[in-house]
């Protein structure tokens, strides 16, 4: 089955400083989602890649699907606190549209 | 517009206890499904539904039933509760496939633990 690689498992930064999270698939993806989710609350989407060398922004957030669709990186320019969480990578099941697997997560601390 | 809405928040059950889990979404969605989130272990797919009177497996169904008799609503029971479903339960809801690029809407979880 098709597994998604989160790294770093965790990360501390200063407030200011940049940081990159690593999502890594053992096969090919055909679309890749990522989601912030807060202690105690539900999944927020952020953004959602799909084509090889695809990047999106959002604010200071950048996400990146690399030409070989196997690796995505989420990349955050001056962190601040309201930044911090778990940042999920989500990927289609091969054979199947809908289903979704997921990472396991990278949990973000900003500290001021 | 609520998106997706989740009841309870939190549940305390005993071993051997039945309940359901509610979901309902207003976005007119055809697709739903329920994932747990476990530490360690990320979001793992329970069961899903690509419209009302379908639904399916996911990756973790034992112990969980589903139907989907409206669009609107896709409940998830739990037939005799154990102390391994203690979880925090999400449910979603998409307009369309996750590989051609539809998003999925979760909703804010309900945090289950059994005794």
């Known amino acids: 089955s098709q597994e998604l690689e989160q790294s770093p498992q965790s990360l501390i930064v200063q407030e200011g400083k940049n940081l990159t999270i690593n999502c890594t698939s053992s096969?090919?993806?055909?679309?890749l989602y990522w989601y912030k989710q807060k202690y105690g609350e539900g999944l927020i989407f952020l953004m959602m890649l799909q084509k090889g060398g695809e990047e999106k922004s959002h604010e200071k957030i950048t996400a990146k699907l690399d030409e070989k669709k196997q690796q995505s990186s989420l990349h955050i320019t001056a962190s601040q606190p309201s930044h911090a969480g778990i940042y999920l990578c989500?990927?289609?099941?091969?054979?199947?549209?809908?289903?979704?697997?997921f990472g396991k997560g990278t949990l973000l601390t900003v500290n001021p | 517009n609520a998106g997706v809405t989740q009841t309870p928040k939190f549940q305390v059950l005993k071993t051997g206890q039945s309940m359901t889990l509610q979901c309902a979404q207003d976005?007119?969605?055809?697709?739903m499904s329920w994932y747990r989130q476990d530490p360690g272990m990320g979001l793992r797919l329970i069961h899903y539904s690509v419209g009302a009177g379908i639904t399916d497996q996911g990756e973790v169904p034992n112990g969980y039933n589903v139907s989907r008799s409206t669009t609107e609503d896709f409940p998830l029971r739990l037939l005799s509760a154990a102390p391994s479903q203690t979880s925090v339960y999400f449910c979603?809801?998409?307009?369309?496939?996750?590989?051609?690029?539809?998003?999925?809407?979760f909703g804010p979880g309900t945090r289950l633990l059994v005794l």
């Open positions: 096969k090919t993806l055909y679309g």
């Open positions: 989500g990927a289609p099941l091969r054979g199947s549209n809908y289903k979704l697997t």
């Open positions: 979603a809801s998409s307009s369309g496939l996750a590989g051609v690029g539809e998003t999925q809407y």
């Open positions: 976005m007119n969605h055809e697709y």
